[in-house]
């Protein structure tokens, strides 16, 4: 049975960081394309950022810079690294994992920035 479940998300002010993590289970990691996607109220899911089984790195425009993604193949976890955070940071967000055919989501974790 597949698992990815996320950790991490809160309530920060714009400018704090905060670290998201996604304990996976059931896949063979390190042959998996990993990413976060966020969903805001109103808006489409959309990739925040993916990390290869190489090791190579995407970001969406609006996170370079601010954001790093992150894998550990010996722990089965990915993180993202949120720094700098704006409002428009807001979002559910989910952490995926894909090998083609398949590809599985979390269950999502809240980030809310606001003052």
């Known amino acids: 049975q597949v698992q990815l479940v996320e950790s991490g998300g809160g309530l920060v002010q714009p400018g704090e960081s905060l670290r998201l993590s996604c304990a996976a289970s059931?896949?063979?990691?390190?042959?998996?394309?990993m990413a976060w996607y966020r969903q805001a109220p109103g808006k489409q899911r959309e990739l925040v950022a993916l990390i290869t089984t190489g090791g190579s790195t995407n970001y969406a425009d609006s996170v370079k810079g601010r954001f790093t993604i992150s894998r550990e193949q010996e722990t089965n976890t990915l993180y993202l690294q949120m720094n700098r955070l704006k409002p428009e940071d807001t979002a559910v967000y989910y952490c995926t994992a894909a090998r083609p055919p398949n590809m599985f989501w979390g269950q999502g974790t809240q980030v809310t920035v606001s003052s």
């Open positions: 059931g896949i063979i990691f390190r042959l998996n394309v």
